[in-house]
């Protein structure tokens, strides 16, 4: 059964780090890529992270510099490492597999369903 699972999220002050998990059942994992997503109240959905499975990777311009996506395909897990933490990062974060390249808003997903999501709040 297809199934996304997002963990990590947490409060942080401005400039800490986390570290998102998602783990995907199911054949979700199987797709050209995985990503990371973002929703802030009020606004759509957005890409900001990518992976491949060969492990090529692609930041939207608003995180490039400070957040590291990787993934261990023996467990079918992806991660995001978030550093630098800014009060524009919060949102509710996502992962899911994306079903064309690029970055930012309005990028479909091969799966459409999605997980719970993990909250991240950056406040000092």
């Known amino acids: 059964q297809d199934r996304l699972v997002e963990s990590g999220g947490g409060l942080v002050q401005p400039g800490g780090s986390l570290r998102l998990s998602c783990l995907a059942s199911g054949s979700i994992f199987s797709n050209p890529a995985m990503g990371w997503y973002r929703q802030a109240p009020g606004m759509e959905r957005e890409l900001v992270a990518v992976i491949t499975n060969s492990g090529g990777t692609n930041y939207a311009s608003s995180v490039k510099g400070r957040f590291t996506i990787s993934r261990d395909n023996a467990k079918n897990m992806v991660f995001l490492q978030m550093n630098s933490l800014k009060p524009e990062d919060p949102a509710v974060y996502y992962c899911?597999?994306?079903?064309?390249?690029?970055?930012?808003?309005?990028?479909?997903?091969?799966?459409?369903?999605w997980g719970q999501g993990t909250q991240v709040t950056v406040s000092s």
């Open positions: 899911n597999a994306p079903s064309r390249p690029g970055t930012g808003r309005g990028i479909p997903t091969f799966f459409d369903g």
